[in-house]
């Protein structure tokens, strides 16, 4: 049986806007041994739009209409919400968003949250990316969640010029090491158990 996917990603940053297709698409067709994915334009609104009253809730409509337009039989469709915890608790902000996501559409939702930041998933994943990251003799973090290495610890070890999330975020997604990110970074490991799941349920 084939397992072919459609997803709508609703996310918060323009990092996320270029990154998502292809981190997606890795898990899919990596992790999930998934057939094929397609991936729709992202929707972007920024994380304080989104847990506004009605802010989810709109962008969840609007990625339910584009679905809704490709609807194709045998073809799975996904609305996935992906934002960072940044401060707040990842279980209580991904309960809440998951609560009102599901509400507000016939589609299936879920809702990722990276601890804390996307750039942490690049941390546990450190090893793999010495192509753009000087690591010197510092340990890579074994619990880079735990330890907050976010955005701030890629630009203190980022070989290029300046790091920048709209260039540099699609380059580094292609190139870690999805195990080893799975293994060191919970929140990332839970993504791929939902895709798994969704694939499981054909």
């Not at 194709?72 to 996935?80: A, F, K």
């Not at 949250?113 to 973090?141: C, H, K, M, R």
């Not at 955005?151 to 699609?170: H, L, N, P």
Request: aromatic residues 4%; proline residues 4%.
């Amino acid at each position: 049986m084939q397992r072919t996917l459609r997803v709508a990603p609703i996310v918060e940053g323009h990092g996320e806007v270029a990154a998502v297709r292809t981190l997606i698409q890795r898990i899919w067709t990596e992790v999930v041994q998934g057939d094929y994915v397609d991936v729709l334009s992202p929707i972007r609104q920024p994380k304080s739009k989104l847990i506004r009253e009605q802010g989810l809730e709109r962008a969840v409509r609007l990625a339910t209409a584009k679905l809704t337009q490709q609807q194709t039989e045998r073809v799975q469709s996904l609305i996935l919400v992906l934002v960072d915890a940044d401060e707040d608790c990842p279980a209580e902000l991904g309960s809440r968003l998951i609560e009102r996501a599901r509400s507000s559409t016939h589609v299936n939702a879920e809702v990722c949250i990276a601890q804390p930041e996307y750039e942490t998933w690049f941390a546990g994943a450190a090893t793999s990316l010495e192509e753009f990251l000087d690591l010197g003799n510092a340990p890579v973090p074994e619990d880079p969640e735990a330890q907050r290495a976010g955005k701030a610890w890629i630009k203190d070890r980022f070989r290029g010029a300046k790091y920048s999330e709209t260039v540099d975020q699609v380059r580094l997604t292609a190139r870690m090491d999805l195990l080893d990110c799975q293994r060191r970074c919970p929140s990332f490991s839970r993504m791929c158990a939902k895709l798994k799941a969704i694939a499981a349920s054909e």
